[in-house]
């Protein structure tokens, strides 16, 4: 079931992202934050939880790209699935969920920056109508090592 993301998902959304974190190919944090800032960087009515039996499965949240007031359509986002829920369709349904919710929201663009060695995140991107705008190599170290970063963009159909 996908539900929205409330604070008592905190202590395993955050375990979910350290996961992530602790693989080395889903972001530049080395360490996940405490739950108040990590729920001041989301915004509240585009952030999800796939939930079976009060076990989180997976989360999507997105944040501002920017606070100018061009950019008031545009989002970033990140989905997490954990580990044993892999392979499930848990990320499919998180972000279908994030795209209805942007659709009747009326953001026009949502985007993510995806490490090229992530290919499992890239493929459903393109398959959920992502694409590819282009590599931005060597844009920041993690753990000492250059890494490129693939960013993608979703455009809303509905805003012209």
Request: one cysteine or more.
């Given at each position: 079931?996908?539900?929205?993301?409330?604070?008592e998902h905190a202590e395993?959304v955050?375990?979910?992202?350290?996961?992530?974190?602790?693989?080395?190919n889903?972001t530049?944090?080395?360490?996940?934050?405490?739950?108040?800032?990590?729920s001041?960087a989301?915004?509240p009515?585009?952030?999800f939880?796939?939930v079976?039996?009060?076990?989180?499965?997976g989360?999507i949240?997105?944040g501002?790209v920017?606070?100018?007031?061009?950019?008031?359509?545009?989002?970033e986002?990140s989905?997490?699935?954990?580990?044993?829920a892999r392979?499930?369709g848990?990320a499919?349904?998180l972000l279908?969920?994030?795209i209805?919710?942007?659709?009747a929201?009326?953001?026009?663009?949502i985007?993510?920056?995806i490490?090229?060695?992530n290919?499992?995140?890239?493929?459903?991107?393109?398959?959920?109508?992502f694409?590819v705008?282009?590599t931005?190599?060597r844009?920041g170290?993690?753990?000492?090592?250059?890494?490129?970063?693939?960013?993608?963009e979703?455009?809303?159909?509905?805003?012209?």
């Amino acid at each position: 079931m996908i539900e929205p993301m409330t604070p008592e998902h905190a202590e395993q959304v955050l375990a979910i992202y350290q996961a992530g974190i602790d693989e080395g190919n889903a972001t530049f944090e080395t360490t996940t934050p405490d739950w108040p800032t990590f729920s001041e960087a989301k915004l509240p009515d585009h952030r999800f939880v796939a939930v079976q039996h009060d076990t989180v499965l997976g989360w999507i949240a997105a944040g501002k790209v920017s606070d100018r007031c061009v950019y008031g359509g545009v989002i970033e986002h990140s989905v997490y699935v954990s580990p044993s829920a892999r392979g499930q369709g848990v990320a499919t349904r998180l972000l279908e969920a994030l795209i209805d919710s942007t659709e009747a929201a009326g953001i026009w663009t949502i985007q993510s920056g995806i490490f090229p060695e992530n290919t499992a995140s890239l493929v459903l991107h393109q398959r959920l109508g992502f694409r590819v705008i282009g590599t931005r190599e060597r844009i920041g170290r993690h753990h000492g090592t250059w890494r490129d970063v693939v960013l993608l963009e979703r455009r809303s159909p509905n805003i012209t």
